[in-house]
């Protein structure tokens, strides 16, 4: 859908897409580390005819290039994924939930200390992410540009106040197993004692 945006903006290469992409941020939203995913991108596109080939550029010395445009249908494809994502949850499977339910796996003091590096990791992540979006709005970018950025930081912000809370209870014992409390819980599981 990035690259149907980006297109919908005006006709462009993949390597402009890959640029703008990096330079409005939307790396950290999207999965394009690679060039190569937005080539593979524009292929599935170009087959579901929601792209077309626009021309394509030749410079002397430099490669071809060629430069798309979005269709009609590709325009109400992006406009109806959007309003679809904006307002029905969907079930996503991110990775720290899915650890999070293995954490009895761990003994209590080294899941709280690994959640703790988790903090310190998040906290510096969203120091340096909120200094850059403070300076794009210094800059004057608009708001509208940066919601996303905007809930990125209150996501990571409510992770960060549940993680302590966590820990504080990982530190204070109120949250606590061991191997044989786990044995005993999986047994009464196994034979209905836990519904």
Same mark, same amino acid.
């Given at each position: 859908?990035?690259?149907?945006?980006?297109?919908?903006?005006?006709?462009?290469? @993949?390597?402009?897409?890959?640029?703008?992409?990096?330079?409005?941020?939307?790396?950290?939203?999207?999965?394009?580390?690679?060039?190569?995913?937005?080539?593979?991108?524009?292929?599935?596109?170009?087959?579901?005819?929601?792209?077309?080939?626009?021309?394509?550029?030749?410079?002397?010395?430099?490669?071809?290039?060629?430069?798309?445009?979005?269709?009609?249908?590709?325009?109400?494809?992006?406009?109806?994924?959007?309003?679809?994502?904006?307002?029905?949850?969907?079930?996503?499977?991110?990775?720290?939930?899915?650890?999070?339910?293995?954490?009895?796996?761990?003994?209590?003091?080294?899941?709280?200390?690994?959640?703790? @590096?988790?903090?310190?990791?998040?906290? @510096?992540?969203?120091?340096?992410?909120?200094?850059?979006?403070?300076?794009?709005?210094?800059?004057?970018?608009?708001?509208?540009?940066?919601?996303?950025?905007?809930?990125?930081?209150?996501?990571?912000?409510?992770?960060?106040?549940?993680?302590?809370?966590?820990?504080?209870?990982?530190?204070?014992?109120?949250?606590?197993?061991?191997?044989?409390?786990?044995?005993?819980?999986?047994?009464?599981?196994?034979?209905?004692?836990?519904?």
């Amino acid at each position: 859908m990035v690259v149907l945006a980006l297109l919908a903006e005006a006709p462009m290469h @993949a390597y402009r897409m890959h640029e703008l992409i990096k330079e409005r941020g939307k790396d950290s939203v999207v999965n394009v580390a690679q060039r190569n995913s937005v080539y593979q991108t524009i292929a599935r596109l170009l087959r579901a005819r929601l792209i077309r080939v626009h021309e394509t550029e030749r410079a002397e010395g430099r490669p071809e290039r060629v430069v798309y445009h979005i269709t009609d249908d590709g325009a109400a494809a992006l406009r109806a994924w959007v309003a679809d994502v904006l307002a029905v949850p969907a079930r996503e499977f991110p990775l720290f939930p899915a650890a999070l339910s293995f954490l009895v796996l761990l003994p209590p003091n080294d899941a709280r200390r690994r959640l703790e @590096a988790r903090v310190a990791a998040l906290e @510096a992540q969203l120091g340096t992410a909120e200094a850059v979006t403070t300076a794009a709005r210094a800059s004057g970018l608009p708001r509208l540009f940066l919601v996303e950025d905007e809930y990125r930081h209150a996501m990571v912000r409510a992770e960060l106040a549940w993680l302590r809370d966590l820990i504080d209870d990982l530190r204070s014992r109120r949250l606590t197993w061991s191997k044989e409390w786990v044995r005993k819980v999986a047994a009464a599981m196994a034979g209905g004692g836990h519904r």
